[in-house]
């Protein structure tokens, strides 16, 4: 069974999209010569548990087939207890959601004979892996395993909004608007931040945990970060007004915001996170609950087909 890919496609995905499309893309895949077997997810968090039943079988390829979201959670199913079940387990990303933010710095295209090309060409990288401990909406203290960007404050709050809405309007639009709309009514906290032995006590926007360098449907947010470099790039935005933020909105979408001097960059492996406030999370594109937070880089810990 280890020449064999077993894929967990998220239906819902793109609005829909996915589900339709699946059977096409599958008959392309297995056209192609890829042995391969796939189940549908059914309800949040599935994806984990079936990436976790699939590697204790045997598969050596996981794909995940959706968004950020689902990609997240097929990577949560390769550890067991803080640990990787196989360390020879590869994760391969079809992404078919409406942000893509992962694939973005990995450099994987998002059509589906790129796929199969990755998947023929079994070419592997080992990649940096957060891991945040928060608090969910039952009041529980949890953990997350992460692979791109994990946010705190505006991003949170505008996750939680572009998720509970229709995406019909693809990533770059469903984001775009979500974002202009938290803007108008975001209010800015009171944070406690430690990043390594550095402490930040003020007023902030966003403080955003970064391994890739774009997240929220195309946001070029950490335009240093290196997926493999042992470290987070975190940005924090300070207490910038609603006018400001406006104005300057347009140039994270080029990576040009870090030259603003209300906008702070730094590096770290362990961050801690706490507000005055109630505040949103955001990781790898799902909004799971509020902080206080405690982030934790984990260097090159995950195998991942990453094509050409």
Not at 40 to 60: C, F, Q, V, W
Not at 177 to 204: H, M, P, Q, S
């Amino acid at each position: 069974m280890n020449d064999k890919v077993f894929a967990i496609v998220n239906p819902i995905s793109a609005n829909g999209a996915t589900g339709k499309q699946w059977p096409y893309f599958e008959k392309v895949i297995r056209d192609s010569g890829i042995h391969m077997d796939y189940v549908y997810t059914d309800y949040p968090m599935h994806a984990k548990e079936l990436a976790n039943d699939a590697i204790r079988s045997g598969y050596n390829i996981i794909l995940s087939v959706g968004g950020d979201g689902t990609m997240n959670e097929v990577l949560n199913g390769f550890f067991s207890d803080h640990k990787l079940i196989d360390e020879n387990t590869a994760l391969a990303i079809f992404s078919r959601g409406t942000g893509c933010d992962t694939i973005r710095t990995i450099g994987i295209q998002k059509d589906v004979e790129s796929i199969i090309q990755v998947i023929k060409m079994k070419k592997t990288e080992r990649f940096d892996v957060g891991l945040v401990e928060f608090t969910d909406y039952y009041g529980s203290k949890t953990e997350r395993f992460f692979l791109n960007v994990s946010d705190v404050g505006l991003g949170g709050e505008t996750t939680y909004r572009v998720n509970k809405n229709s995406k019909a309007l693809k990533g770059f639009l469903s984001f775009l608007i979500g974002a202009l709309t938290t803007i108008i009514t975001y209010k800015n906290k009171d944070f406690e931040v430690t990043i390594d032995d550095l402490e930040i006590n003020k007023r902030l926007n966003s403080i955003i945990i970064a391994n890739g360098k774009y997240f929220g449907g195309g946001m070029k947010i950490a335009p240093m970060a290196k997926m493999d470099d042992g470290y987070f790039d975190i940005i924090i935005i300070e207490d910038i007004n609603k006018l400001e933020l406006l104005l300057n909105f347009p140039k994270i979408y080029k990576g040009d915001h870090l030259s603003h001097p209300k906008v702070k960059c730094y590096r770290g492996k362990n961050i801690l996170v706490n507000a005055k406030q109630k505040a949103l999370i955001e990781v790898d594109g799902e909004q799971p609950g509020i902080i206080g937070a405690k982030f934790h880089i984990l260097p090159k810990k995950l195998k991942l087909l990453i094509g050409e």
